[in-house]
C-alpha cells in the first residue's frame, strides 16, 4: 500500500522557520522524483519545489528561493523542505508528490499538511 503522509506543519509568525517531512512507503522511494507543492485558498495548486532521484537536482518556484531548502534521505524513503523567512504568502497546504516515469507517468500524492503564516 502507497503512502505518503506529510508531517510538520503549524501556525508560525512571519519571518520563522518550519521543516516539513514526508515519509514514503509502498514503492521504491529512490526511483521516483520527490517535490512540495502548495495549494492556498482560491488559487490552484502550484510547485514549490522538486528534487530528482539521480543526481538529487533541485528546483524551485521563484517565490521560494533562496528561503526554502528540499532535500530527500533515500535510505529513510523521505522527502522534506526547510522553510525559512516565512511569509503570510506562503499561508498554504502543502502536499508531497512522489512521481516515475518509466513508459507511462506513476505519480501519488499526500493528504497534506497546512502551514499558516500570521502574526
Known amino acids: 500500500q502507497v503512502q505518503l503522509v506529510e508531517s510538520g506543519g503549524g501556525l508560525v509568525q512571519p519571518g520563522g522557520s518550519l521543516r516539513l517531512s514526508c515519509a514514503a512507503s509502498?514503492?521504491?522511494?529512490?526511483?521516483?522524483?520527490m517535490s512540495w507543492y502548495r495549494q492556498a485558498p482560491g488559487k490552484e495548486r502550484e510547485l514549490v519545489a522538486r528534487?530528482?532521484?539521480?543526481?538529487?537536482?533541485?528546483n524551485y518556484a521563484d517565490s521560494v528561493k533562496g528561503r526554502f531548502t528540499i532535500s530527500r534521505d533515500n535510505a529513510k524513503s523521505t522527502v522534506y523542505l526547510q522553510m525559512n523567512d516565512l511569509k503570510p504568502e506562503d499561508t498554504a497546504v502543502y502536499y508531497c508528490?512522489?512521481?516515475?516515469?518509466?513508459?507511462?507517468?506513476?505519480?501519488?500524492w499526500g493528504q497534506g499538511t497546512q502551514v499558516t503564516v500570521s502574526s
Open positions: 508528490n512522489a512521481v516515475r516515469y518509466v513508459w507511462s507517468k506513476t505519480d501519488y
Open positions: 528534487i530528482a532521484n539521480i543526481d538529487s537536482s533541485t
Open positions: 509502498g514503492f521504491t522511494f529512490s526511483s521516483y522524483i
